[in-house]
């Protein structure tokens, strides 16, 4: 079964460092996700991303992230300086036009010291 | 008002019981209603979803939307030990990026 896949699985950082995190949704699906889960909280929306552009964000989603799709496969999440608060499993999903049902990747878990 | 409120548990139950887990939302223009199974340290994966009020079933899980109450259930029968997870109903608001808005997730414990 086609599988959305992220990397890494566990990212340490120091606060005001840049994380990257990866994902490799599956491969015909059209719309891609990010969310997240802060420990003991609910999953919520960061961002859409459709058509090459962001579709719709969150308000957690502010000048620090970015999206992109560097090539037809990837898609990456880019938090520009961390925050301790930001520190939460990050989940990665794609859809397809025909499939309201979202895949999600297994997340990776950031941690910000 | 929160958008989706679901009771965080822990339910833990017997081998073969019937389980029953339950969402109330707040938006009337939510049209998909979903459950998702959490495994510790995965991500959510897609049990059903449905659209309409009523039921759909699949296997031993039942969907149950009742939109005039706004309130939507999911019944596991013949619970296993493998069905120990955390469910987390979510909610689909249409447009065209159908974003995902999440309960919190309940944790249930089938002891054999």
């Known amino acids: 079964e086609p599988e959305v896949t992220q990397t890494p699985s566990h990212q340490v950082t120091q606060m005001g460092q840049e994380v990257i995190l990866r994902c490799v949704p599956i491969s015909n699906h059209l719309y891609f996700y990010w969310y997240r889960q802060i420990l003991g909280q609910k999953v919520e929306f960061l961002v859409s991303?459709?058509?090459?552009?962001?579709?719709?964000k969150s308000e957690i989603f502010d000048d620090q992230f970015s999206v992109e799709r560097p090539d037809g496969s990837n898609f990456t999440l880019k938090i520009r300086s961390t925050k301790l608060e930001d520190s939460a499993m990050y989940f990665c999903?794609?859809?397809?036009?025909?499939?309201?049902?979202?895949?999600f990747g297994s997340g990776t878990r950031l941690t910000v010291v | 008002q929160k958008e989706v409120e679901q009771d965080p548990g822990p339910l833990s139950v017997p081998e073969g019981a019937i389980v029953s887990l339950n969402c109330t939302y707040s938006?009337?223009?939510?049209?998909?209603f979903m459950w998702y199974r959490q495994y510790s340290r995965k991500g959510p994966e897609l049990l059903m979803y449905?659209?309409?009020?009523g039921n759909k079933e699949d296997g031993r899980f039942t969907a149950q939307v009742d939109k005039s109450s706004k309130y939507i259930s999911l019944f596991i029968r013949d619970s296993q030990p493998s069905d120990s997870a955390t469910y987390l109903c979510?909610?689909?608001?249409?447009?065209?990026?159908?974003?995902?808005?999440f309960g919190k997730g309940t944790l249930l414990t089938v002891n054999p």
């Open positions: 938006n009337s223009a939510f049209q998909y």
């Open positions: 979510a909610i689909l608001s249409g447009g065209s990026n159908y974003k995902l808005t």
């Open positions: 999903a794609s859809r397809n036009t025909a499939n309201y049902g979202y895949t």
């Open positions: 991303f459709y058509n090459n552009e962001i579709s719709e």
């Open positions: 449905t659209y309409s009020s």
